[in-house]
């Protein structure tokens, strides 16, 4: 049995390196006509890999900081279920995780990442406010 030659090495084109700036991922503006918050929200869940409760979180705490505990009782669970999908959030760059000394709770915020991210989910919102105020 003659024996096979074994494939040549397929060259791959050499990648010129970027700066850091253009390397960040933005989250691309929706399409004309689909600012239906509905399916920005369903585009964010699938475009971002998110997860329904880390959604629920970015959305929590959009305007201001919020603890650990007042986000388990919004969501109906206890401060220990929050804490895989706050920890995917702060891991992926989205989510600011920290404690004040002498308090037991753990306090969440969004950082840039995470604004940038909800940006086309609040301007769908605010947009659709302002077309039901105009009908």
């Known amino acids: 049995m003659p024996l096979q030659e074994s494939p040549s090495p397929i060259a791959r ?3 010129r390196p970027t700066s850091p ?3 960040t ?3 691309p503006e929706p399409p004309p006509g689909a600012h239906d918050p509905v399916d920005v929200a369903l585009d964010l ?3 971002h890999s998110l997860s329904p409760m880390e959604l629920r979180i970015l959305v929590a705490v959009r305007d201001r900081d919020r603890p650990e505990s007042e986000l388990a009782t919004r969501f109906g669970g206890h401060r220990m279920s929050l804490r895989p999908s706050a920890g995917a959030l702060y891991a ?3 989510l ?3 404690y004040v000394a002498g308090d037991d709770d ?3 915020s969004l950082t840039p990442a995470g604004r940038l991210l909800l940006r ?3 301007s769908a919102i605010t947009d659709g406010d302002a077309r039901a105020v105009a009908e």
């Open 25 to 27: 991922r933005r989250s």
């Open 21 to 23: 700036l253009l390397r």
């Open 92 to 94: 992926r760059g989205f």
């Open 45 to 47: 869940l699938e475009r």
């Open 120 to 122: 086309p989910l609040l």
């Open 96 to 98: 600011r995780w920290r």
């Open 13 to 15: 084109p050499r990648r």
């Open 106 to 108: 753990s306090w969440f």
